[in-house]
Nanobody, 120 residues
Framework: QVQLVESGGGLVQAGGSLRLSCAAS????????MGWFRQAPGKEREFVAA????????YYADSVKGRFTISRDNAKNTVYLQMNSLKPEDTAVYYC?????????????WGLGTRVTVSS
């Protein structure tokens, strides 16, 4: 079991940057692949980025590729999402998630989310 708590959301102007953090508690954080998802108002939750347990493999949605970077620090039980060149369409609640096994697939554990609002 792993518990996840996101932080770092807020209000930012278009073109700005934010860094989201997800702190994990529980056992064996380094065994879990980690992902970021988001849900905009009136839309379904969508995949944003994922990182393998070692940090060696990363995956991105086309909509954020080149602007967002996912990383993890297993010593700190934390995963990050650096978001640059933010656009109004990035406005959403961002969720951190964990799963055993490969980074792409159904995720088992979820945080409560942190809200990101990008103004135009």
């Amino acid at each position: 079991q792993v518990q996840l708590v996101e932080s770092g959301g807020g209000l930012v102007q278009a073109g700005g940057s934010l860094r989201l953090s997800c702190a994990a508690s529980g056992r064996a954080f380094s065994r879990y692949a980690m992902g970021w998802f988001r849900q905009a108002p009136g839309k379904e939750r969508e995949f944003v980025a994922a990182v393998s347990w070692s940090g060696g493999n990363t995956y991105y949605a086309d909509s954020v590729k080149g602007r967002f970077t996912i990383s993890r620090d297993n010593a700190k039980n934390t995963v990050y999402l650096q978001m640059n060149s933010l656009k109004p369409e990035d406005t959403a609640v961002y969720y951190c998630a964990a799963r055993g096994g490969p980074a792409l697939g159904q995720y088992d554990y979820w945080g409560l989310g942190t809200r990101v609002t990008v103004s135009s």
